[in-house]
Nanobody
């Protein structure tokens, strides 16, 4: 059973960089064909896919967020990191780490999510 746990600051000031970590247990993040994704859900809105990093370390991003988003990994710690720069209050959301096989955005396993509020 793959388990995902998001962590990071609950409050970020506008214009700063948001940084979240997804700690993975039950599988290696280098296991073939898994895509490791970040998605978010702003209050009152639907889910938004932000980007993914694959089992081989390749990344892909939502076009609307690409200029501000970076996803990386630490294979020694078996975790992923999301960085979102120049945040505004519109980036306030619950952020989820999810994973699935063969394609980005697939969520066979989900983390519990972490609330991030952008406010001064």
């Amino acid at each position: 059973q793959v388990q995902l746990l998001e962590s990071g600051p609950g409050l970020v000031e506008p214009s700063q960089t948001l940084s979240l970590t997804c700690t993975v247990s039950g599988a290696s993040i280098t296991t073939n064909y898994y895509y490791w994704n970040w998605i978010r859900q702003p209050p009152g809105k639907g889910l938004e896919w932000m980007g993914a990093i694959t089992y081989s370390g390749s990344t892909s991003y939502s076009p609307s967020l690409k200029s501000r988003t970076s996803i990386s990994r630490d294979t020694s710690k078996n975790h992923l990191t999301l960085q979102l720069s120049s945040v505004t209050p519109e980036d306030t959301a619950v952020y989820f780490c999810i994973t699935g096989l063969y394609e980005p955005g697939r969520g066979d396993y989900w983390g519990q999510g972490t609330q991030v509020t952008v406010s001064s």
